[in-house]
């Protein structure tokens, strides 16, 4: 949708990586998510923007549903990356509108990787069980989103996630909301390289549904990991580090040469940390 300024941050070049954040938060949570693992592969732009409505980018009237930010997103592809195809990340809310974004504009999309995602067929989303927690420590919404619920977390929780839902333009997240749901696309699967990661213990979206998309991604890496909700990407960060480098590896290998790798891990001892775990299937 033309005409919002959409604010960024950019580290490093090359490649281009357009990175999006879950609902009413903004890019300082999917930087500090994210960075450590895309910054460790050399030869890559990581594009990290505020959605409309969060951060320092506003969601004028004109911007009433999902379609209507997912038209600004593949406007700021086409300003950032007007020649080259772009990996999309996203996490939850983030990761809806990167499917969005490949189903649309397959062509503009060289690589996907959804982080707990936010679809509009969830299902099975089990309760909120806590693997660690203290009954003092966070406010409610930290108790809420994390299932590793230690100081560490905590002090990540204030730095990078409390500080962008404080700027969030809630009656533009209402308004989006009621129309959150994107138009269906035309046109078959996107088949390019696909990485989808959920938690077990994730009570905002589950991981049922997230299975489901193994069918409809011909070329997707999908885990399943213990020890881990839908702050994910906070909790088990050596685990998804692991998988985004393998992701972009894929992105890097011509289209035929890799198959599917399905992996669902065992519980760490050290939340937050690396896991057990098995696979089927070709790698």
Not at 159 to 171: K, M, N, T
Not at 270 to 283: E, K, L, Y
């Amino acid at each position: 949708m033309k005409g919002t300024a959409v604010y960024r941050v950019e580290h490093g070049d090359g490649r281009p990586v357009l990175v999006l954040h879950g609902a009413g938060v903004d890019h300082r949570e999917a930087e500090a998510c994210f960075e450590p693992a895309l910054g460790a592969r050399e030869g890559y732009r990581r594009i990290y923007p505020d959605l409309p409505g969060t951060g320092r980018t506003p969601a004028p009237e004109s911007v009433r549903s999902a379609d209507d930010v997912l038209s600004v997103l593949l406007d700021l592809a086409a300003e950032v990356a007007p020649t080259e195809r772009l990996l999309v990340v996203g996490h939850s809310a983030g990761a809806y509108y990167a499917q969005g974004m490949a189903a649309r504009r397959p062509d503009r999309v060289a690589g996907l990787a959804l982080v707990c995602p936010l679809l509009a067929g969830v299902r099975d989303v089990p309760g909120h069980h806590p693997v660690v927690a203290a009954e003092d420590l966070g406010d409610q919404e930290f108790r809420d989103y994390f299932v590793v619920q230690t100081p560490a977390m905590l002090e990540r929780y204030e730095r990078f996630v409390a500080p962008g839902a404080a700027l969030a333009d809630q009656a533009a997240m209402a308004r989006i909301g009621e129309r959150w749901e994107l138009a269906p696309a035309e046109g078959p699967p996107y088949e390019g390289p696909t990485l989808v990661v959920a938690g077990r213990l994730d009570s905002v979206v589950g991981h049922a549904a997230a299975e489901d998309l193994l069918d409809h991604y011909p070329r997707c890496t999908l885990a399943v990991l213990d020890g881990a909700g839908h702050a994910l990407p906070h909790e088990q960060p050596q685990l998804l580090a692991a998988l985004l480098d393998d992701w972009m590896r894929r992105s890097e290998t011509p289209a035929g040469q890799t198959g599917v790798l399905v992996t669902r891990s065992t519980r760490s001892e050290d939340p937050g940390g690396t896991a057990n775990g098995h696979a089927r299937g070709p790698s």
